[in-house]
């Protein structure tokens, strides 16, 4: 008694540090940490984008354990799909906030449930969840910016025809267009503000966010800039294809929309069930839980769920 005592304190005590410092943490956020993130990213994964002398002093600014981490591929390419996914966290901070929840859950688990293997399971869960999530943070954002970016096409295009530069209309959509659109533009317009010319600032966009349609833009502006052409004419048309391409997905999500329920109820109402006749009729599950067949039997009930939740998922994915 007095060790599931003490576990639970610990657990409480790590979720209570872990709070303080995530608050912490968002109130010393500034544009200041966030220019010395990109620029250690910079430096760890494009070796001959900097100056080496300037590439030197950038990683012997890097704390011992990010330059640890940084040697790690999977760690190496997570912080691009952290700022690909929208968080404005570092990697550390991150792998840091997973561990902590994971052990925590882990330690909860097994104080209440008092089954090692179901401890673990939910421990290995919690470290494979955040990759689904951030996957699914970038879809989303990807889609969000599908959504917004034919208006700041349509915006370019205006401010062209009424001669402003491509710089100006750049600004403009940076400070007029919400997010994700508008900060990619602000940040492009900021780039080639201190010295980066305007045609790569946007082509750096297409590290941020993985859109077919802004490497369209990136392309015509490109090929613009080189062979000259009518730019607003062109970013008109792009915007009307987009926008005709959404019109299409949108009717597509409601096709698929009785599949996509249904896939959902065939994931969640066994877990729901299991859990009611838990509490509902304490000694109906006991077979399972307490035996090693019934716990194997768990086990592989719980990863053919998730194999035809991925399955009726990719049946109605359906790409555009």
Aim: aromatic share 10%.
């Amino acid at each position: 008694m007095i060790i599931k005592i003490v576990l639970f304190l610990i657990a409480a005590v790590v979720f209570i540090v872990l709070a303080v410092y995530l608050g912490a943490t968002l109130i010393t956020e500034s544009p200041k940490a966030e220019l010395r993130r990109r620029l250690r990213r910079m430096a760890n994964q494009q070796p001959g984008g900097l100056p080496e002398d300037l590439r030197s002093e950038i990683i012997k600014e890097i704390p011992p354990f990010d330059r640890v981490l940084s040697k790690i591929p999977y760690f190496r390419d997570l912080d691009k799909k952290l700022d690909q996914a929208g968080l404005k966290i570092p990697v550390t901070k991150f792998v840091m906030i997973v561990s902590v929840v994971a052990l925590s859950t882990f330690i909860l688990s097994w104080i209440i449930i008092k089954i090692f293997l179901v401890s673990l399971g939910l421990l290995i869960l919690i470290l494979i969840l955040p990759s689904f999530y951030l996957s699914y943070l970038k879809n989303k954002r990807v889609i969000n910016f599908t959504e917004i970016f034919p208006e700041a096409l349509t915006m370019t295009a205006r401010s062209l025809r009424a001669g402003h530069s491509l710089t100006s209309a750049v600004q403009l959509v940076g400070q007029e267009i919400s997010e994700p659109v508008g900060g990619l533009f602000k940040t492009a317009y900021d780039q080639q503000f201190l010295g980066l010319r305007l045609i790569d600032a946007l082509a750096n966009m297409n590290e941020r966010i993985e859109s077919l349609d802004l490497r369209f833009f990136t392309t015509a502006v490109g090929i613009n800039t080189e062979v000259g052409g009518n730019l607003a004419e062109i970013l008109d048309k792009l915007a009307e294809t987009i926008r005709e391409r959404v019109k299409i997905r949108r009717q597509v999500r409601v096709y698929t929309a009785q599949a996509r329920i249904s896939g959902y109820v065939l994931a969640f109402l066994p877990v729901i069930a299991f859990i009611l006749f838990r509490f509902m009729l304490p000694g109906y599950e006991e077979e399972l839980l307490n035996t090693t067949k019934g716990i194997y039997v768990l086990i592989s009930a719980g990863v053919m769920q998730v194999i035809g939740f991925l399955v009726i998922r990719k049946i109605i994915n359906i790409r555009i």
